[in-house]
């Protein structure tokens, strides 16, 4: 089993930057892929981006490309969610999610564990 905790969510003004982290305990192993999935209100949770954690591959949805970036510290098992340039549209509630699979798989949605989810708002 994998446990997953996210944190570093919050209130920020538009154009304004916020760092999510994604904690992972118990055994991720090296086919892992790892990352964010956000759900506003009324809408469907949707793929933000991913990160392979062997070789640090990447995959990001159109919409985030470019402001937000994603990381990993293998040693910590914590991946990382860089959001810049934040825009009021990007409020929602963030997950983490890991897949033993590709990038593409977790981006399909095909996910083997979710975080609790953390509250990121923008205000503009």
């Known amino acids: 089993q994998v446990q997953l905790v996210e944190s570093g969510g919050g209130l920020v003004q538009a154009g304004g930057s916020l760092r999510l982290s994604c904690a992972a305990s118990?055994?991720?192993?090296?086919?892992?892929?790892m990352g964010w999935f956000r759900q506003a209100p009324g809408k469907e949770r949707e793929f933000v981006g991913a990160i392979r954690l062997v070789g640090g591959a990447t995959l990001y949805a159109d919409s985030v490309k470019d402001r937000f970036t994603i990381s990993r510290d293998n040693d910590k098992s914590t991946v990382y969610l860089q959001m810049n340039s934040l825009k009021p549209e990007d409020t929602a509630v963030y997950y983490c999610a890991a897949v033993q699979g590709s990038l593409s798989t977790l981006r399909n949605g095909r996910v083997d564990y979710w975080g609790q989810g953390t509250q990121v708002t923008v205000s503009s």
């Open positions: 118990g055994r991720t192993f090296g086919s892992f892929a």
